[in-house]
T-cell receptor, first 112, second 118 residues
Framework: LAKTTQPISMDSYEGQEVNITCSHN???????ITWYQQFPSQGPRFIIQ???TKVTNEVASLFIPADRKSSTLSLPRVSLSDTAVYYC?????????????FGTGTRLKVLA | EAGVAQSPRYKIIEKRQSVAFWCNPI?????LYWYQQILGQGPKLLIQ????????DSQLPKDRFSAERLKGVDSTLKIQPAKLEDSAVYLC????????????????FGAGTRLSVL
C-alpha cells in the first residue's frame, strides 16, 4: 500500500484558493488518489478521486502530475465552512483487498 | 437519500463494562465497514463485511471486539470488556456496488458513536 505524506495543518483566509499537496512516492500503476473531508463530530465525506492529470467537480479540483508521485487538492475560494481535516488516500479501488488507510490528514483552518 | 445511520451518538461506560453500537447502511450497499477513530488520528479500519460475510478483520482486537451483520444489512459492533484505550469514535461506513458510481470504492460514513470509557 502506498504511503502518503501531507502537511499536518494549514491556515487560509476566506475567499482564497487553498492547495493541499499529498506525496505518494511509491504509488502503484493501478492506484487511484482519493480525498476525503471530515468536519468535527462527523464522519469523513468523499470529495474527489482521480488517476491522472486533472479532475474537477463542483467542490474541488485534483491535480496529478505525469509521474503521479504527488497530487494536489485545490479548493477554490474557501469559506469558514471549509474548516475541516482533509485526508489523501491511495490505492487500487478495483482490488478486492483494497482498504482505506487514513493518515492524520491536513487540518485546514479558514480564517475570517 | 438517507445516509448511514448509527446509534447511539454518545455512550459513557466504565472500564470492564460491555457496549454495543448499531449501524444501518445506505440501502443497497453490500459492503459495510467499522472504523475506530481516536482523537487526533485518522480512522482505522476494524472490520469489513461484504453482505454478511467478513472480508477483512485483521485489525479487530478479537479478544474483546466482535461484530456481526445479520441478513447482510444492519450491523452491530460490540466491545466486551471495554478498556480505557477504547475511548474513541466508532464510525460505520458503507459502499455502493462499483457500477453505481463513476468514482470507485467510495465510502459513505455515518456520524459515528463517541465512546468514553471511564
Amino acid at each position: 500500500l502506498a504511503k502518503t505524506t501531507q502537511p499536518i495543518s494549514m491556515d487560509s483566509y476566506e475567499g482564497q484558493e487553498v492547495n493541499i499537496t499529498c506525496s505518494h512516492n511509491n504509488i502503484a500503476t493501478n492506484d487511484y488518489i482519493t480525498w476525503y473531508q471530515q468536519f468535527p463530530s462527523q464522519g469523513p465525506r468523499f470529495i474527489i478521486q482521480g488517476y491522472k492529470t486533472k479532475v474537477t467537480n463542483e467542490v474541488a479540483s485534483l491535480f496529478i502530475p505525469a509521474d503521479r508521485k504527488s497530487s494536489t487538492l485545490s479548493l477554490p475560494r474557501v469559506s469558514l465552512s471549509d474548516t475541516a481535516v482533509y485526508y489523501c488516500l491511495v490505492g487500487d479501488p478495483f482490488s478486492g483487498t483494497y482498504k482505506y488507510i487514513f493518515g492524520t490528514g491536513t487540518r485546514l483552518k479558514v480564517l475570517a | 437519500e438517507a445516509g448511514v445511520a448509527q446509534s447511539p451518538r454518545y455512550k459513557i461506560i466504565e472500564k470492564r463494562q460491555s457496549v454495543a453500537f448499531w449501524c444501518n447502511p445506505i440501502s443497497g450497499h453490500a459492503t459495510l465497514y467499522w472504523y475506530q477513530q481516536i482523537l487526533g488520528q485518522g480512522p482505522k479500519l476494524l472490520i469489513q463485511f461484504q453482505n454478511n460475510g467478513v472480508v477483512d478483520d485483521s485489525q479487530l482486537p478479537k479478544d474483546r471486539f466482535s461484530a456481526e451483520r445479520l441478513k447482510g444489512v444492519d450491523s452491530t459492533l460490540k466491545i466486551q470488556p471495554a478498556k480505557l484505550e477504547d475511548s474513541a469514535v466508532y464510525l460505520c461506513a458503507s459502499s455502493p456496488p462499483r457500477e453505481w458510481t463513476v468514482a470507485k470504492n467510495i465510502q459513505y460514513f455515518g456520524a459515528g458513536t463517541r465512546l468514553s470509557v471511564l
